[in-house]
């Protein structure tokens, strides 16, 4: 059986890491991931300001970010990692790779959100006088919010997996320790209370995001 | 206040198909104050007529002159989009913002253009007021039929105070009840704000019911084009018909046909037969109200003394909108 009084507060501790972890690098997913995203959509054939170098540049680089399985990311971009951080173990050094693979993710989701948005209102607002940036603020982005949430759920939900492999490189968290105290020292109950935990936020986080998605929809 | 010289617009090639010319050679003047229909079958170019007014589509060839001001000339965004807000527009989807009220809507234009919340805030509610949703300013579009949304949306459109408005389809979406009102709104904000209407539809009851002009577009081209009352006694007009029905072939070979009505005095057939010593005998026609004033198209036979058949044949020809004549 698990000794609650020796494994509660590393429970705990391992909690508040995947929570910082996962929100810090959800933060700058949002911060860089929507203005990528904007990009990505008006530089497209189709978009408002067609620009094809940009748009396939960008792209090439998006799927890139987005093709690399996340535990080779974690040690691929180490060096980057240990120059924005100084270091590459730790909750605060995962948050670089977190952050790098969660951008292009988010990104490619606000590219489809912001395309969801019937075209005729853009149209509208055009023949209303509005510039392309009035547009992305007065229309895309406020009518594509129910869309945005979703996408930043699906990215918390993706984030949260991807701590779990932080691991790896002594970045603490759930996922890590499952592995320290429950798989190897053959401690079951250790795993599937991690397993618990992250059951309960991720099922937490799903609807809340949808609820809040529902109460903006207005359809 | 709207001028279109030699307008073409061509869609380039694109990987799936082949170059569309959607306009070649289309010159159209409408008057200040005026509600021109611009008809043709699906597929004419009508949409993109409408596009061309305020430049969301730029044409291949030609101008576009708007209020006196040459669109196509514009070269900067910025001159473009200060010009387009002399512009109102509506369309057969609405589009309208979801995540906004109706009044928020109807503000949008006018925060687009900078106006101050107070002021934005006032004149939309005046306007939504106007077209009658003074109570569902707080409503977002989808709580609102399709009526309402059109008003909301004739209200955004009106909002920054433009001189010329484009109707793209506004009531195809709509039904009978809606479109009657819907039209009737044009009408009236069209005459009480000095508006210059273009109006695209595939329906010609609307044309009859709203327009005081009508084009008939086809192939991309002005086919015909004028004044309804013109159009309609006009009888090479590919129009005249449409706007009101042919009787059908005469039952009678001395049978008249004469178009009556609109502006001059609706009282051709008793100043006929009060002038004349003739029997008059209707063997056709069709009324309309075109534009708020009626058109007949009326098959008559004349008997009677000859000098008395030419004179009122002659009369008839002389005061109406005589078409086809056949000698008595």
């Known amino acids: 059986m698990i000794n609650w009084e020796r494994v509660g507060p590393a429970l705990w501790q391992a909690t508040l890491e995947t929570v910082y972890m996962v929100s810090a690098s959800m933060a700058l997913a949002l911060v860089l991931g929507i203005p990528l995203g904007v990009l990505l959509l008006l530089t497209a054939p189709d978009g408002l300001t067609p620009r094809r170098v940009v748009s396939s540049v960008v792209g090439a680089i998006v799927n890139m970010g987005r093709s690399v399985p996340f535990i080779v990311l974690l040690v691929l971009v180490a060096p980057i990692t240990r120059l924005v951080t100084g270091t590459t173990i730790g909750s605060t050094a995962t948050i670089v790779p977190l952050t790098i693979a969660a951008v292009p993710f988010f990104a490619r989701l606000v590219e489809a959100a912001l395309r969801e948005v019937h075209p005729g209102k853009v149209e509208a607002a055009r023949a209303m006088g509005a510039s392309t940036g009035q547009i992305v603020r007065a229309v895309l982005l406020p009518e594509a919010r129910p869309g945005l949430i979703a996408a930043a759920t699906v990215t918390l939900i993706a984030l949260i997996s991807y701590s779990a492999m932080a691991g790896a490189i002594g970045g603490g968290g759930l996922g890590d320790f499952a592995i320290r105290y429950g798989y190897q020292r053959f401690d079951t109950a250790v795993t599937v209370a991690c397993v618990v935990v992250l059951l309960i936020m991720v099922q937490l986080l799903q609807s809340a995001g949808d609820r809040l998605a529902r109460r903006l929809a207005h359809r | ?328």
């Open chain 2, 1 to 328: 206040m709207i001028t279109l010289d030699t307008v073409g617009k061509t869609f380039p090639a694109t990987r799936r198909q082949a170059a569309v010319t959607a306009l070649e050679d289309v010159s159209l003047t409408v008057e200040r104050g005026q509600v021109m229909g611009v008809v043709g079958p699906s597929g004419s170019g009508k949409s993109t007529l409408a596009r061309i007014v305020n430049l969301l589509e730029r044409p291949t060839t030609g101008t576009v002159t708007v209020d006196g001001l040459d669109l196509t000339a514009l070269t900067s965004a910025r001159a473009l989009n200060d010009a387009r807000r002399g512009i109102g527009m509506i369309f057969q989807q609405f589009n309208l913002l979801d995540s906004r009220t109706a009044l928020a809507n109807v503000e949008l234009p006018l925060e687009l253009a900078g106006v101050g919340r107070a002021e934005r805030r006032a004149r939309a509610g005046e306007l939504l007021e106007r077209v009658g949703l003074g109570d569902k300013l707080g409503s977002h579009p989808s709580q609102l039929s399709g009526g309402q949304r059109q008003r909301v949306a004739i209200a955004r459109a009106l909002a920054p105070r433009p001189k010329v408005l484009l109707c793209d389809e506004a009531t195809s979406a709509l039904d009978p009840v809606s479109t009657a009102s819907v039209l009737a709104l044009v009408r009236t904000l069209t005459d009480e704000l000095d508006l210059t209407t273009l109006l695209i539809t595939h329906e010609m009851d609307v044309v009859k019911r709203v327009c005081d002009h009508v084009t008939l577009l086809e192939h991309g081209r002005v086919v015909d084009s004028g004044a309804l009352g013109d159009v309609v006694a006009r009888p090479e007009s590919p129009l005249a018909t449409r706007l009101l029905p042919h009787p059908g072939p005469p039952s009678d070979d001395r049978a008249v046909e004469v178009v009556v009505g609109g502006d001059s005095p609706d009282t051709v057939l008793t100043d006929l037969i009060r002038r004349y010593d003739v029997h008059v005998t209707v063997l056709g026609g069709a009324v309309e109200t075109l534009g708020g004033q009626r058109f007949g198209r009326l098959q008559l036979r004349v008997d009677g003394a000859p000098d008395e058949v030419r004179g009122a044949l002659d009369h008839l020809a002389a005061h109406q909108r005589p078409t086809t004549e056949t000698a008595a």
